[in-house]
């Protein structure tokens, strides 16, 4: 909503109407989603804007340790910075508390410690209420958890990105009880994709729904504990997502689009290499 090619806020905020009205309950933010670095802040702000009077209808997950240089990307995973960046965030979002605050990405330049260090003092200070992390290893996981209690790992998981399904990420999550936020769970999949898999177009035709909502049922139905989190920018879109909670994939719809989207995927690696 707030990148190239966003929409109108009028129909953003219908969205997320047509999200809450859908039973959705989850927000995922960043202060860098936006057009550049004079607009930091913009998707907060208007996410702020468009629950203003009923706040507390939704849980809001905001990220701090990316960077915007003009359009570029960058990290800054400082604990300064970090810190900079939450009250940026609260500033943003109307409010005290962050009801989840996530790393970014880690900063390959700055200790790891250092960065969760800074999320814990923040923690600490009543800014946040839950630490998440986004992009880690396993290992990385690990070291968080010497240092503070982690709700959520934000990481890549879809058909045309399913390498969590082979790592320990996904894994060392369900085991701990982390929940595991699946971002770009649509990548890929739809109309004008690159990715054709057709264990979900024969899923889609058999429940006759839409290969989207197939991808999101299958990612639910991967552990307990995991969340996708498409995109949307319509009403219409996010309201056919949601419903990805009422299809039911039998055990063998499941195990196929597993295979075959990992298959695709080592087939591409090898063809990069």
């Known amino acids: 909503m707030s990148v190239a090619g966003r929409p109108d806020?009028?129909?953003?905020?219908?969205?997320?109407?047509?999200?809450?009205?859908?039973?959705?309950?989850?927000?995922?933010?960043?202060d860098t989603y936006a057009l550049d670095d004079s607009e930091i802040g913009h998707n907060e702000l208007l996410i702020a804007r468009a629950l203003e009077g009923r706040r507390d209808r939704a849980l809001i997950a905001t990220k701090g340790g990316k960077t915007r240089i003009g359009r570029e990307w960058g990290i800054d995973g400082r604990p300064d910075h970090l810190r900079a960046a939450c009250e940026?965030?609260?500033?943003?979002?109307h409010t005290d508390r962050i009801d989840l605050y996530q790393l970014h990405a880690p900063d390959p330049?700055?200790?790891?410690?250092?960065?969760?260090?800074?999320?814990?003092?923040?923690?600490?200070?009543?800014k946040i209420r839950a630490v998440g992390l986004s992009n880690v290893?396993?290992?990385?996981?690990?070291?968080?958890?010497?240092?503070?209690?982690?709700?959520s790992v934000q990481n890549q998981l879809s058909p045309a990105h399913p390498w969590a399904l082979?790592?320990?990420?996904?894994?060392?999550?369900?085991?701990?009880?982390?929940?595991?936020?699946?971002?770009?769970?649509?990548?890929?999949?739809?109309?004008?994709?690159?990715?054709?898999?057709?264990?979900?177009q024969d899923a889609a035709d058999r429940h006759h729904v839409s290969v989207q909502r197939i991808a999101l049922a299958w990612?639910?139905?991967?552990?307990?504990?995991?969340?996708?989190?498409?995109?949307?920018?319509?009403?219409?879109?996010?309201?056919?997502?949601?419903?990805?909670?009422?299809?039911?994939?039998?055990?063998?719809?499941?195990?196929?689009?597993?295979?075959?989207?990992?298959?695709a995927a080592r087939a591409r690696a090898r063809a990069d290499t």
């Open 109 to 126: 330049d700055i200790p790891f410690a250092e960065s969760i260090g800074a999320l814990k003092e923040l923690q600490d200070a009543g």
């Open 9 to 30: 806020e009028a129909r953003s905020r219908r969205t997320i109407d047509a999200a809450l009205d859908a039973g959705i309950r989850l927000i995922d933010t960043a």
């Open 137 to 151: 290893t396993s290992s990385q996981l690990e070291d968080a958890l010497r240092i503070v209690d982690v709700a």
């Open 88 to 93: 940026g965030s609260l500033k943003h979002l």
């Open 219 to 263: 990612l639910l139905a991967l552990s307990p504990n995991v969340i996708p989190i498409p995109g949307a920018s319509r009403p219409e879109s996010i309201a056919d997502s949601a419903r990805a909670t009422e299809l039911t994939l039998t055990r063998e719809e499941v195990a196929a689009i597993s295979d075959e989207a990992l298959a």
């Open 166 to 200: 082979a790592d320990d990420a996904l894994r060392a999550t369900a085991s701990r009880g982390i929940a595991f936020l699946a971002y770009s769970p649509l990548g890929g999949i739809g109309k004008g994709a690159t990715l054709r898999l057709r264990a979900i």
